[in-house]
């Protein structure tokens, strides 16, 4: 099979700008390389955290990347004995590109807001805390989040220090505040839109621990709301 067969869609443009778009450029590809930075996935796992997309098109367009060699399946051992799916390390590389373009685009999530019928995941909160995270000195201190959407919760785990914040391990100490809402509710916190120690009336947010350490969780991250603010450089989300 020939390339262009392989690769239908594509730009006659001698350009990396054009090749990255090729790439992109499909619906959901961009989503579905930003689930896989979460780790190695199954076909249905990614099936229902994209929700809108139909099993026939994501089919279509996990077979594209990996025509194109940015992600591959792979078996697991049994007991498991199901295939995943997971970045090469051309996907891997992706990373730094994903960062800025999540970055820009927090520009516009904050503008509009959730939407009706926006569809969320709690887990979304950790790569959030590894984009936004502030990579110049911030306060030492080891804030929990529990991200809670009905039945489903994520605990993310966050520490400041000298090095800047990032995400923390369970074994990392215990937190001085552990802070549980939605993932809007979580997100509006990180951005000091709200304040965990005095939610607004109706907000599902709760804080346990100390109030001063959850009003400080602005200082741990950097947000650029189009005053031109230059975060520093990330890990994945692991």
């Given at each position: 099979?020939?390339?262009?067969?392989?690769?239908?869609?594509r730009?006659?443009?001698?350009c990396?700008?054009?090749?990255?778009?090729?790439?992109?450029?499909?619906?959901?590809?961009?989503?579905?390389?930003?689930?896989?930075?979460?780790?190695?996935?199954r076909?249905?796992d990614?099936?229902?955290?994209?929700?809108?997309?139909?099993?026939?098109?994501?089919?279509?367009?996990?077979?594209?990347?990996?025509?194109?060699?940015?992600?591959?399946?792979?078996?697991?051992?049994?007991?498991?004995?199901?295939?995943?799916?997971?970045?090469?390390?051309?996907?891997?590389?992706?990373?730094?590109?994903?960062?800025?373009?999540?970055?820009?685009?927090?520009?516009?999530?904050?503008?509009?807001?959730l939407?009706?019928?926006?569809?969320?995941e709690?887990?979304?909160?950790?790569?959030?805390?590894?984009?936004?995270?502030?990579?110049?000195?911030?306060?030492?201190?080891?804030?929990?989040?529990?991200?809670?959407d009905?039945?489903?919760?994520?605990?993310?785990?966050?520490?400041?220090?000298?090095?800047?914040?990032?995400?923390?391990a369970?074994?990392?100490?215990?937190?001085?505040?552990?802070?549980?809402?939605?993932?809007?509710?979580?997100?509006?916190?990180?951005?000091?839109f709200?304040?965990?120690?005095?939610?607004?009336?109706?907000?599902?947010l709760?804080?346990?621990?100390?109030?001063?350490?959850?009003?400080?969780?602005?200082?741990?991250?950097?947000?650029?709301?189009?005053?031109?603010?230059?975060?520093?450089?990330?890990?994945p989300?692991?």
């Amino acid at each position: 099979m020939s390339q262009r067969a392989q690769n239908p869609f594509r730009y006659a443009q001698f350009c990396s700008l054009a090749r990255a778009a090729e790439v992109l450029g499909h619906r959901w590809n961009l989503l579905i390389l930003r689930e896989l930075f979460h780790g190695p996935m199954r076909f249905r796992d990614l099936r229902d955290r994209l929700r809108d997309v139909s099993s026939s098109v994501l089919a279509e367009r996990l077979k594209d990347l990996e025509a194109r060699g940015v992600i591959a399946q792979r078996e697991l051992p049994p007991p498991a004995a199901v295939s995943v799916y997971e970045l090469t390390a051309d996907g891997r590389a992706f990373w730094p590109a994903l960062v800025e373009i999540t970055r820009w685009g927090a520009r516009f999530l904050l503008k509009s807001g959730l939407q009706p019928g926006d569809h969320t995941e709690p887990d979304w909160l950790r790569g959030a805390v590894a984009i936004f995270a502030r990579s110049a000195p911030t306060p030492p201190h080891r804030i929990e989040f529990r991200v809670r959407d009905g039945r489903r919760e994520a605990v993310v785990r966050v520490i400041g220090g000298p090095g800047g914040t990032r995400l923390a391990a369970e074994d990392e100490g215990a937190p001085e505040a552990r802070i549980t809402g939605t993932l809007p509710e979580c997100l509006g916190v990180i951005a000091g839109f709200l304040d965990p120690s005095a939610p607004p009336e109706g907000s599902s947010l709760r804080l346990e621990g100390d109030p001063a350490v959850a009003r400080a969780v602005p200082r741990l991250f950097e947000i650029d709301f189009g005053t031109g603010s230059t975060p520093g450089p990330s890990a994945p989300p692991h």
